[in-house]
């Protein structure tokens, strides 16, 4: 008899550095505070000696302001880095789900299903729960479980996560593309739903009409309604993103919208999967609409290739997918098969989907042929059309304390931009360690404010192509990033717009003062160009900090991989369900748009089998 996975549950909140370029920063100015004390302490006749020539001589005078300046913004500083504190969160029941959940290392060596989905994510949870109310089902994640983990739980983890990785089982896996950009994938039940910032929106409608499927509207919209009875929360606003609301506003990203779910030109707040005590609920809450008797999912199950044959004499050379290979943690083999009328169904992500194609054989034949891999299909197009959504924006260390905040309030403007906040209050100081805070009780936090926007529909577009036969080395990747001078356009005019709220009154409160009374931000890292209407200067800044905002997509486009029912063109019974398929960007946040589809896919098969039964 199976035993279901079992959780070692702590609510301890480890805390770690947001990254190197923050540590330096804040090693930096402790160093310059301690220094400039001390250098206070010792020359203290000779200050007072300047200050009086400096009463006869106005240059000097400004000097000495000049560092006392310095001065009062380290000592305003300090007040507001011991003040920061991050929320407590509640801990959450155990949820019921875990009891079909298994490691790997318990499931059977051989054993066969209606269903296989490769990949627990934000697509692949809710498609197995669908089709387990069914038929039997088997869902393959190659990570484990969030429950227990408290970065996972709660939002005021989102930033650990991403820095806390390593190279097999973090639930974040990091890689780097080619164009020389840092970026993750999720390793965990749930998927990236487990690990971002919590955002949830419906897709842009030109979505459906853009994206090669043939979409169903009326099942789309019973299939939000499906997942947002479940997992959606309306986020309340604090200070940041209050403000940032209003300075949308006063910069002309209007009207406002209030509270939605849908993607509209505007100020609007969105919903989130964080409920009202900053716990996350990812995709894997809905395996809590499956059919228990019906589903078992096996986590640290890493899948190698789909097992491909001709099924009967009269396919020639079009196979069908008849099973997966997969292995546990103990590098023991399993295979899983399909029933008949069964099928595999990919949904391991942009990333995942195109890799696992490629080692199954379906793929570009020179490449194949390169690595040895069997041709079992010529598809010239895996990996290719691979798009991600380039991000922009500037940090900021504000002048007075600021709640942890992710995404809540988002300004979408109708010339392609896209302009969100957080605010974050990041541990950067062990007590025990502290200079100048004694009690154990009083850990330091620093709290830093981002504004950024992104390009809703990038143009340009890169691929992706392996780099090893084992399925855990992630592929090579290249987004090429404002390679098409249209996403460079757009995010001129987006970075215009961020440049607007910074100006608006709104953002007055989170202003230093100087020593001559003017007020001004605080930056961490680049500040924007001074001169924000020269074309060139604007440009240079969108290259020189483009980062990622994590809503890759394509590889596995429709059209050119997949056909608009997601199977695989030119086999039987595999299919692609995720965010692969797209060629077009949702235009938000796509983790609302992959839940949905998952759930979409799964109430389609259904019926269709149903139908032709």
Not at 152 to 173: H, I, K, R, Y
Not at 432 to 437: E, H, M
Not at 548 to 556: M, S
Request: aromatic content about 10%; hydrophobic content about 40%; charged content about 20%.
């Amino acid at each position: 008899m199976l035993k279901p996975y079992q959780v070692y549950n702590t609510h301890s909140l480890s805390l770690c550095y947001n990254d190197y370029l923050l540590l330096q920063l804040l090693l930096c100015f402790w160093s310059s505070l301690f220094s400039l004390c001390l250098s206070l302490a010792r020359n203290t006749k000779k200050i007072l000696y300047l200050l009086q020539v400096a009463h006869k001589n106005s240059s000097m005078a400004k000097s000495i302001c000049f560092c006392l300046q310095k001065l009062v913004f380290f000592i305003l500083l300090s007040a507001i880095v011991s003040h920061a504190r991050p929320p407590q969160v509640l801990p959450r029941q155990e949820p019921s789900y875990l009891k079909f959940v298994f490691n790997a290392t318990d499931l059977p060596s051989e054993d066969y299903y209606d269903y296989i989905v490769v990949g627990g994510g934000t697509a692949g949870c809710p498609l197995a729960a669908s089709l387990s109310h069914t038929f039997r089902v088997l869902l393959l994640e190659r990570g484990g479980i969030a429950y227990g983990k408290a970065n996972l739980m709660t939002q005021d983890g989102f930033l650990s996560t991403l820095v806390e990785v390593n190279a097999f089982d973090s639930p974040a896996q990091a890689f780097t593309s080619e164009d020389g950009v840092p970026n993750a994938r999720g390793r965990v039940l749930g998927g990236s739903s487990a690990i971002n910032a919590g955002f949830y929106s419906r897709a842009d409608m030109d979505f459906y009409k853009n994206s090669g499927i043939n979409w169903d509207l009326k099942l789309v919209n019973e299939s939000y309604d499906w997942v947002e009875r479940a997992i959606v929360f309306r986020p309340e606003l604090k200070n940041w993103q209050s403000a940032v609301r209003d300075g949308l506003l006063e910069a002309g990203v209007d009207p406002y919208n209030g509270f939605s779910l849908d993607h509209i030109p505007g100020t609007k707040i969105g919903g989130s999967t964080f409920d009202s005590f900053g716990r996350r609920h990812s995709a894997a809450d809905l395996l809590l609409y499956a059919r228990a008797a019906n589903i078992r999912v096996g986590v640290y199950a890493s899948v190698e290739r789909v097992l491909l044959a001709s099924t009967t004499p009269f396919s020639g050379s079009r196979q069908s997918a008849i099973g997966v290979v997969f292995r546990d943690s103990n590098g023991r083999y399993h295979h899983a098969m399909v029933r008949r009328h069964g099928e595999v169904i990919l949904s391991a992500g942009a990333i995942g989907s195109p890799q696992l194609l490629l080692l199954s054989g379906v793929g570009p034949r020179p490449q194949l042929s390169a690595w040895g891999i069997p041709v079992a299909r010529h598809s010239p197009y895996v990996g290719q059309f691979l798009y991600d959504n380039p991000r922009n924006g500037i940090s900021i260390v504000p002048s007075i304390p600021l709640e942890h905040s992710l995404i809540q309030v988002v300004g979408i403007t109708e010339d392609g931009a896209y302009i969100e906040a957080a605010s974050n209050i990041i541990p950067f100081a062990s007590p025990a360690r502290s200079v100048f805070i004694h009690t154990p009780s009083s850990p330091l936090y620093l709290t830093v404010a981002t504004l950024m926007e992104k390009i809703v529909g990038p143009v340009s577009s890169g691929s992706l192509r392996l780099g090893s036969l084992d399925v855990r080395v992630n592929p090579i990747i290249r987004f090429n990033y404002f390679n098409n001078p249209v996403d460079v356009r757009r995010c001129v005019n987006g970075t215009r717009k961020l440049a607007g709220v910074l100006r608006s009154r709104s953002m007055e409160d989170f202003k230093f003062r100087d020593w001559f009374g003017n007020r001004d931000f605080r930056f961490v890292g680049p500040a924007l160009p001074v001169n924000q209407t020269d074309e060139d200067q604007m440009a240079d800044f969108c290259r020189r900090t483009v980062s990622t905002i994590w809503h890759y997509h394509g590889g596995c486009v429709v059209g050119k991989v997949v056909d608009g029912d997601f199977m695989v063109m030119g086999m039987n019974g595999l299919r692609v369900v995720d965010g692969s398929v797209f060629g077009v960007s949702p235009g938000t946040n796509p983790q609302a748009t992959l839940m949905m589809m998952g759930r979409y896919v799964g109430m389609k098969i259904i019926r269709d089998r149903l139908r032709y039964s």
